[in-house]
């Protein structure tokens, strides 16, 4: 196969990429999408196979069936709240897989000076995806407290390191040596791991988005050192879509990019206080809220973090069901830091079989929480405090809310009077339309299920 | 290929990828993710490339490595987003399987 026909097969791949995300511009044409951009690949793949017609044909395909075989269980085994945790792992290989490609082309003898610097470029930036995403699963995983890890001086060993690796990539340039190949991975490694240690594991989902831009980043300039134009066009797509979804969830949080990801450096940490408020609020039990809710014309299900870790998205469905058989109009307001990962509450609602159509984004929804007779709040807190827009002191004032606040009355379910994670008091909770459900997400919305369907 | 050829071709995937995925519906986004990461998995050409034509045993045994980790994000990508996507339904397909 000649060099032209490589060449236009890549094009009609870069081609299936791109329909492939044009497909996720809505549910109903996603899937189809998704596959485009799977017949892309494998089309790429064999075209490489053809063209270069390795010697190691027998060792390269040996390599994959073992890489399909491990990618295909862990995909079909993870549980989808574990996916922020599977992304992670994937982002981790995909900049690992870069930074060897761009390794090998230094010690391959290239002696391009350009195209030694975008490679030691791709090294530093697959290395420090690597261990970055190590370090995010940990802490998805739990195998690692949540908490920010600063140390005293930490900026000033980080700032040391980064100027070590530019000073040993910028070396490489002139002289590629494989020690210093080396070297320069050492330290990016180390970088990466540094890197993601300060940032708190409320804000992992920001590292998770920016960890895929770079791998992303880390295919293209693989690609620019191959001269290879489809990893080119492949990781750059990738490299806008992370750093897309950085910033939304940066601004969805209120936050600058920079306070998130060196904050903790800077002192201020994410984590805040945990005593709990001793001013009064109103409680009721589950009969008494699923008179409320049962009565109601039109309830909106605010669900926050504390569902997914409470695995009560079942349970809030059921409830959903059985207002719904009584007539009540039933939504789900998605705030897009609900779960950890961009997107993950849709996803994980969508698989308690919640239909689409009926979950609605914070845009799209605050304007129906005013003709709202219940707002039902589930392990959520700082998306539905109304400091965000009142109280300019506070940590989260300028982060855009749901407005359950404008519901006709409100009601929280909750384990305790605990604050957020921004660990600011949420003035809401003791509103006179406010009603307190206290217990475990899970218990609370199977006995309001049994309360409902009692009235 | 020279340098600015290939600049061009990555300021022109850029626009288009910003373009295409700034119209993402944000209910997908956990998939955006998980698909874009299949892509990525492309890397999958270029670690192929390295192993054909790598020269010592090491070198050898990295790329093949790196074939691994690369195979793992492309199938592991696009598998893992096509059993979420197919989670999303219409709420008509819904009603359909309640009356099962």
Redo the contacts between chains.
Sequence with gaps: MSETWTALAYLL??IC??A???G?????T??W???I??VG?AI??VV??LV?R???LL??LA??L???A???V???R?A?TA?PQ??AI??G??G???A??A???I??GEDDR?RLAVAAFTVLIGAVTLTGSLVAYARLQELMSGRPLVYRGGQWVFGGLVAATVAAGSWLVFNHRPWLVLLLTGLSLVIGVLFVLPIGGADVPIA??LL?AF??I???A???V?????????????????T??TR?MAKAMGRSLANILFGAFAGGSTLGAVTETDRPVRSAGPEDVAILLGYARKVIMAPGYGLAVAQAQHALRDLANELERRGVEVLYA?H?VAGR????M??LL??A?V?????R?MDDVNPEFKTADVALVVGANDVVNPAARTTPGSPIYGMPILAADEARSIVFLKRSLRPGFAGIENELLHDPKTTLLFGDAKESLSKLVGAVKGL | MDGVALLTVFVLAAIVGYEVISKVSATLHTPLMSGTNAISGIVLVGTIIVAATAESAVAVTLALIAVALATVNLVGGFLVTDRMLEMFRRPREQQERGHE
């Design positions: 791949v870069a990429f791109i492939a995300l044009k996720l511009s809505s549910p109903r996603a899937r999408g998704n596959l951009g799977a690949a790429a793949v490489i196979l270069e390795p010697d190691r060792a390269i390599a994959m073992v890489g399909a491990v990618g295909a862990a995909a079909r993870v989808m996916m599977l992304v994937f982002n290989v995909g690992a897989a870069g060897a490609v390794a090998l082309e010690t391959a350009a998770i988005s895929n791998s992303g880390t295919v293209a693989s690609g620019y191959l001269e290879n134009t489809l990893l080119i066009v492949a990781g750059t797509l990738v490299g806008a879509s992370g897309l979804l939304l998605i897009p990962m961009p997107g993950h849709n996803v969508a698989e079989d239909p689409y159509d009926q979950l984004e």
